[in-house]
């Protein structure tokens, strides 16, 4: 079976729900740590607004609640798409690079990140944001959480900041891959779980099993399709990626030119 597709996200879901999981929403977790078989399936709406459609109807027709991090850009920020995964029962947050957008200027950053909130809580009470990598730009969005403080915004929580991984086992599909650290540049954490997985069936027969953590932060992006024509040219596309990634933190010229593409691609919609 194709990996990545809605297919093999529905065996995933699955496994879950026939393991005795829980899913929840990120902050329904954060309100309510309890100590029991819970799953938080976390999507970044980096691009592709269209398949997290998809993705949160399936996961509506087998009653499961996931949490959506939606872009300000014009691939992620499609009010239709997110009108309807508010209407299917998920939770909706910021996916905030206003640092990185800002270029290192802390209060127009803010002050982006203040509109933005704003925009988004016109869809749904928005009370948890997550950090976009930019992983081109040398700012951490991430760091304006370093001189401002989470509730004055009204919010509970950051998964990079608000989560205990060493009890908490997080699990991400970067790269199109699920042990793609090697590639990631912030979508990192520092974890004690010693538990590593290539393939989606390699973690539905770990479930099946009964050697999944009970507990688990899954991030999976808005790649996943049944498109044939749309998942090769996405495996291909990352394979490509990941390869200039690797490169270009070892080559200067790589990385400059890496990033002026980076940067026309997710031109912000104003």
């Not at 989470?150 to 998964?159: A, K, N």
């Not at 010693?194 to 099946?208: E, R």
Request: aromatic share 16%.
């Amino acid at each position: 079976m194709r990996d990545f597709t809605l297919k093999a996200y529905r065996s995933l879901l699955e496994a879950f729900l026939q393991a005795g999981y829980r899913f929840l929403t990120f902050e329904e977790f954060l309100e309510h740590p309890e100590e029991c078989k819970a799953i938080v399936m976390r999507h970044d709406v980096d691009e592709l607004a269209w398949n997290a459609l998809k993705m949160a109807q399936l996961e509506h027709g087998l009653g499961v609640r996931a949490t959506y991090y939606f872009r300000i850009v014009k691939q992620s920020n499609v009010p239709e798409v997110i009108r309807q995964v508010v209407e299917l029962g998920h939770e909706v947050g910021y996916h905030y690079e206003d640092l990185a957008l800002a270029e290192g200027d802390e209060e127009k950053a803010m002050a982006s990140f203040e509109k933005n909130l704003a925009y988004f809580r016109t869809y749904y009470p928005v009370r948890t944001v997550c950090m976009h990598g930019s992983s081109t730009s040398k700012y951490d969005n991430r760091l304006l959480w370093k001189s401002h403080w989470l509730p004055d915004y009204g919010l509970i929580g950051e998964p990079y900041l608000s989560v205990d991984f060493n009890k908490v086992y997080y699990l991400t599909d970067t790269g199109y891959a699920w042990d793609g650290e090697k590639i990631a540049v912030r979508d990192v954490v520092k974890t004690g779980f010693d538990l590593s997985f290539h393939t989606t069936k390699q973690i539905v027969d770990c479930v099946g099993r009964g050697q999944f953590p009970d507990q688990a932060l899954i991030l999976a992006h808005t790649l996943w399709t049944d498109r044939p024509f749309q998942w090769y040219w996405l495996h291909v596309r990352e394979y490509i990626r990941n390869n200039i990634k690797h490169f270009a933190r070892n080559n200067k010229t790589v990385a400059v030119v890496y990033e002026k593409a980076v940067n026309w691609y997710w031109k912000k919609k104003h």
